[in-house]
């Protein structure tokens, strides 16, 4: 095994996979030059694009300081933080983190290969977080890793590129934001723009299609840099690297300043023995990857370098609270499906269907009408990410309805130019203002103030209207009048012929179980609640089959009343319920035959590919 590089900087970790059955990472953390009445480390409570309280000091095992070769007294001063008895010298502390949570967030270890995120493993040194940071990483000892890899965006020092050794951060916030891979993986890279982007996928992928990947993903990333810079075509990185981990069933995604770590299924990737002709539809599953990558690509701009004042910089420590969070992630939601169509990747029929999804998804609930956006991104520590079986009814996700707010904003803003100025426009301004420079000590957090000034000084008119009704107000969208004059058509076609307990419904072993009651339905008006399990439905067995359900109340008109026998907890009940109409909102929008009127306008207006960018 090599020997680990004498650290050259002035904050400098090891760590290893130390134990890969108990899922172990040992890290060593070195401060050349310690405070000299106690240095203060502290271990982050919550990752940057997941705005929950996390607590990963949770996962350290043990720790323990010294200097000078002898033991040091540690004093734990909350649940995150320690302070290291005064000394001479150097400080040293060696501790060990339990990585066992398969996601983006955190840190995961085994025989099949290790990952990590520094929020999760590198202790912060109070007051030294903007010095250099050195990361020596050493191969793990185990057999089982003898052909492993190092994949991340972290600027190596001594080591290869893909190769254990030492890597080196500008300072901490850097540090923390660039995600580490170590194992067997797949990789594959391309140049978007003349700047090269590496695709990792670990976990075993039979016949992985990487050339489609690539193609793919270089159209999608090629579209991005040219609408953030459309004369200089210049990205905001040197490097990027698509960290993607396949399971048998995941899905997710965490953006960082050049990288981003990806989950999903293994059967969303593309493969080499099913490849489809080139003008065949994507698949679901692949659309659905694609468009992962899309948003959490978009993101290296929107939120990593355009920020909410709120994380210019970030406290690691305690929340940071924003009321723009519709913004970064919901118009960020907004252009990562634009963005597939922009390159060239789904045509207009495929775009529209996805949109209709998500509008129809934001109607839904009846959260909408009681939770405006900007007080769902303000609550997001405490309600968005902490949803239980009553979300639907409480809470407006910022991603979904924020993404139409895009959306309509991005109409409203063409429909009063006729055409000359856009969403687009809005996005390379706040790029220019308040993004580009960022990471070079030029650029800073955008305040909601200054958002809605800018909506005004582009529009050309005051936007605050819009803002009090749809952004800080809960009134729906009006998109059927706002898409009508680009020949758009929106439709609501659900079925209210069919009987429906507007509930939803999981498995619960081989039974039924509501997960979800939606207020005003006719479960909610029976008196069923989430958790219950069904169990008959007039006398006749539910069984955990979803459609089961669906086919035993098919029997019945709308407006009927049937008998209901479910367990709450271990008690059976009995409720009468009026069956009633589908509620569930089936939205379609179709576009109009080109030259063909709709609404005043003609369909070769703004809504056309040609127009798109």
Known sequence: MKKPNKPSAAVAYTIEAKDLAGHRF???????APAPDGQIVALPAWIPGSYMIREFSRNIVQIRAEANGKALALTKLDKHSWRAAPCQGALTLRYEVYAWDLS??????????????????????RGQEAAPHQVE??????AACKNWRVATALPELGAKRYGFGSYLAANYDELVDHPVELGEFALATFKAHG?????????????????????????VCEAQIAFFEPKTRRAPMPRYVFLTLAVGDGYGGLEHRASTALICARNDLPSTANVAPKDAPLADGYLKFLGLCSHEYFHTWNVKRIKPAAFAPYDLQAEGYTPLLWLFEGFTSYYDDLMLVRAGLIDEAAYFKLLGKTVGSVLRGSGRAKQSV????????????RQDENAPNAIVSYYTKGSLIALALDLTLRAKS????????????????????????????????????LFDEIGGVKMKPFFERYVRGTDDLPLAKLLAPFGVKYADERKSVKPSLD????????????T???????????GLSAGDVLVAVDGLRVSGNPSNLDTLLGRYPVGAKVELHAFRRDELMTFTAVLQGDRAPAVVLTLAPAGKKSGGKTASGPLRPSALN
């Open 26 to 32: 040992e890290v060593t953390l070195t401060v050349a």
């Open 104 to 125: 983006v967030r955190t840190a995961h270890l085994d025989q099949t290969h290790a990952f990590f995120n520094g929020t999760s493993v590198f202790l912060s040194v």
């Open 137 to 142: 990483i050493v191969q793990p000892r185990d």
């Open 195 to 219: 700047v090269p982007h590496d695709i990792v996928v670990s976990g075993r992928v039979p016949n992985l299609d990487m050339a489609r990947l690539c193609a793919d993903l270089k159209a």
């Open 374 to 385: 900007a007080d769902s991104s303000f609550d997001a520590w405490g309600k968005y990410y």
């Open 418 to 453: 006729d055409g000359k100025t856009s969403l687009d426009d809005v996005m390379r301004a706040l790029w220019q203002r308040f993004g580009r420079d960022f990471y070079e000590g030029a650029g800073r957090g955008v305040t909601p103030a200054e958002v809605e000034a």
């Open 503 to 514: 509930a939803s419904i999981g498995r619960d072993g081989a039974d039924c179980k509501l």
């Open 516 to 526: 979800q009651v939606h207020e005003g339905g006719a479960a909610h008006r029976a």
